[in-house]
């Protein structure tokens, strides 16, 4: 491949670093790149994301991909809509970083730790969800911006303490500033959440295999996979928020042998701010069935407790 690859992206602080690693990989293969910065909707707005729409992130990306500005996007996969686009291939998922949420609070101090009535910032409904649910007496305060902005608002007094995903700040070199990890017991992360997206335009044979031969990391593959499954049901039959998250692990198969597998778990808000939870366990190679499998579960509790709730009134 002779050509000078373009590798198109946001042009945050989070965004160029995340490029910048895609870009690493591809010099380190032979390839010529470049990159390109192309601003979103999301990235001119202020406004919380649920209100903007899933997208708002990446529709300009890949607009500009499949109208050959860029050859290579390069995206936060839980940015990307669930449902595909016909133009692109999903060339790469690279080893996905720690998908957990992670804490930065004023004075060192973990979760557990901050008084009743302390202000918390997040713009997630999903952390919303899971942060009131622990019944810990803190207040959820609706944010935006990026790493920066948000951790400011802490250093400033102005917030507590704020919840962000682990993954985005340990990509900008700042993991010495959170306070505490937060397990997925106490809060599953979004589905894809630390996993990069990386496309090329369909018909980019060369690019595409170029990607897959690079970056690819086929258990971050499967375990997006399966979340993203779960997501994309949940999405048709619910606008709940919606944690997910898959982990490959070992398991015997029924000649005692040792054999990897695909264990999801899976979290969705009720209307009356409830947590359903589910998990199941599945092979490596039916990550989508899984997905879908777990989320009809959900489903099916959410109808229970629906119907319990309209009992009791």
Known sequence: ?????????????????????VADALRAAGADVEIVTISTPGDRSSAPVAEIGIGVFTSAL????????????????KDLPTARDPRLAPAA???????RDALVARDGLTLGELPVGSRVGTGS?????QLEALGLGIEVVPLRGNVDTRIRKVVDGELDAVVLARAGIARLGRTAEITETLEPIQML???AQGALAVECRVDDVDTEHLLQSTLDDSASRAAVTAERALLAELEAGCSAPVGALADVVEDLDDQGAVVLRLSLRGVMA?????????????????????????????LDLSGLAAARSEGRS
């Open 62 to 77: 890949r607009d500009a991909l499949a109208n050959g500005e860029i050859d290579i996007a390069v995206h936060s996969y």
């Open 189 to 191: 992360p979004a589905p």
């Open 270 to 298: 009720t209307e009356d701010g409830d947590l359903l939870r589910a998990s199941a366990t599945g092979d490596l190679t039916a990550a989508e069935e899984l997905g879908r499998a777990l989320a009809a579960e959900l």
């Open 1 to 21: 491949m002779n050509r000078t690859l373009r590798i198109g992206t946001r042009g945050s602080a989070l965004a160029l670093a995340q490029t910048g690693h």
């Open 93 to 99: 998922v690279p080893p996905r970083e720690d998908p």
């Open 125 to 129: 409904p999903r952390r919303a969800a």
